[in-house]
């Protein structure tokens, strides 16, 4: 084991860089699995001393079983939801529909709270802390405040984690318990393959079976053909393989322009220092005041609020008001293959998303509700005390009775130009 993982941290000698740090990447992984595992390396079949084609081999299996069990029915409590049923590969692994939330659950009539997020290009997410010093910026004292971790709140770190809640939670793959989910698991047509892999004697202990099962959706979504193959239009145009049109050439300095769109504060779309393609996020947590989403079921009831950062769903910052409303910045790329924005899913079209951006602060009276006395509530899904948290810089920089940041024309080159960054794109020659 310990050869395993010193290979695994080392640069990798193989061909192509790139290729070879995503490698390393799926075997790092598989290594903090290991080290966190029993110890007993044998019976999880890494045996000390594994050549690197061996390595790669058991990243290969494992990966594969990943891929199986994500698309298998039959490890949820209703047999009918895996988990494309959510994050659908036909749509860059976001919500196969317009749902705001999802239904699922042993019934599949139970709904959750949130809008499903897209599983792509989340490979260099770093671990949630509350003070982060980014490192590719000239000044590097900038406190940007709380960042990082997955789902919408960065309430966990790594895959395995997150993976443990879909299949638990009641309104989701619903399994009873951890022993109820390796049960099924035990069935499925590649349960020999499982054991071949983790151990004959996996099954017997539930418990380290679960651990080993999280671990394969994990090395899955480390696939970087599947989940970062930076091959959009964008991407090629960066790599000088492609040309944008005027249009969206246009639509990206819009973007970028601090005057204008300002979008690239927050979804940054310049190559990284060391030529990592963009990510289009900072991962920051941050307020932007989007609208009550009167769709989701659990907004039937008047109190109750996502507060984002500080609960409910996460609780370790229930008292840290500062945080209320802050949400996760994802990355844009393959945003115009979704069909719901942002956290509650209150936009279905990504014009919209837009004209948000910019006419939030000068056209309130267009997105939020009014109370009684015909007064327009802005920041509906905020209570007030938290309004301070909502940010105020530029797009947002504006009053009602300015002009918005970007004209309706503006507006459509913009998303021109977030139509370049979904994946798959081909060349016409
Ligand atoms: C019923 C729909 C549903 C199913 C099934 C489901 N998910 Fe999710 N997934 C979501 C939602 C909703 C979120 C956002 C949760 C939040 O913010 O609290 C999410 C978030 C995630 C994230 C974090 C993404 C990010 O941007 O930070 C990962 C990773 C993930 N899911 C993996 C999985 C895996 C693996 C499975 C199967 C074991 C699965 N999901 C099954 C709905 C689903
Ligand atoms: C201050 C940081 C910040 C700036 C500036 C910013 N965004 Fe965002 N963006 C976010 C955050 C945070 C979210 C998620 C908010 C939520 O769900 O509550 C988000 C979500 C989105 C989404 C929804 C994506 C999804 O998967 O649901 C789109 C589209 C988007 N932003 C586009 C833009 C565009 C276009 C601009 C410029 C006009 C822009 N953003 C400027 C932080 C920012």
Request: glycine share 8%.
């Amino acid at each position: 084991m310990f050869r395993f993982c010193d290979i695994a941290g080392r640069r990798w000698p193989g061909p192509g860089a790139r290729f070879a740090s995503l490698l390393r990447q799926a075997v790092l992984v598989l290594c903090g699995f290991l080290a966190v595992g029993t110890g007993n390396t044998e019976e999880r079949g890494a045996p000390a001393g594994m050549s690197r084609a061996q390595i790669y081999r058991r990243v290969e299996t494992v990966m594969a079983l990943g891929r199986r069990m994500f698309v298998d029915p039959s490890l949820s409590a209703s047999g009918k939801m895996s988990c494309a049923s959510c994050h659908s590969p036909l749509y860059a692994f976001g919500p196969p529909n317009a749902l705001p939330v999802q239904p699922g659950g042993k019934d599949m009539r139970q709904t959750g709270v949130r809008a499903v997020p897209s599983l792509k290009y989340l490979q260099a997410v770093p671990q949630f802390t509350e003070h982060f010093f980014a490192s590719d910026v000239l000044d590097d004292s900038v406190d940007n405040s709380p960042t990082g971790g997955l789902t919408w709140d960065g309430r966990v770190d790594r895959g395995h984690e997150q993976a443990r809640i879909p299949l638990l939670s009641p309104s989701e793959m619903a399994n009873g318990s951890p022993a109820q989910f390796v049960a099924s698991l035990r069935q499925a047509p590649y349960a020999d393959d499982f054991r071949h892999v983790f151990g004959e004697a996996i099954f017997s202990d539930p418990e380290k079976a679960f651990a080993a099962a999280l671990e394969a959706f994990e090395v899955y979504q480390q696939s970087y053909a599947e989940f970062y193959p930076y091959n959009s239009k964008y991407d090629a145009f960066l790599a000088g393989r492609g040309e944008l049109t005027t249009r969206e050439q246009r639509g990206r300095s819009l973007f970028e322009d601090p005057a204008k769109g300002n979008c690239a504060r927050c979804h940054i779309s310049e190559p990284a220092a060391d030529g990592t393609p963009p990510q289009f996020t900072d991962y920051a947590l941050v307020a932007l005041g989007v609208p009550r989403n009167k769709a989701i079921p659990a907004n039937r009831n008047p109190s109750y609020f996502d507060l984002g950062l500080c609960g409910p769903l996460r609780s370790d910052l229930r008292d840290r008001s500062e945080y209320c409303g802050r949400f996760m910045t994802p990355s844009l790329r393959n945003v115009a293959t979704r069909r719901v924005f942002f956290h509650n899913g209150v936009f279905n079209m990504l014009r919209r998303v837009v004209e948000f951006y910019v006419q939030r602060d000068t056209n309130p009276e267009k997105w939020y509700t009014r109370d009684a006395d015909g007064r327009v509530r802005k920041y509906d899904d905020l209570p007030e005390q938290y309004h301070g948290t909502v940010d105020a810089e530029a797009p947002f920089d504006r009053r009602p009775g300015d002009a918005p940041a970007l004209s309706d024309d503006e507006i459509d080159d913009l998303v021109a130009f977030l139509r370049t960054l979904t994946d798959g794109f081909r060349s016409a020659k």
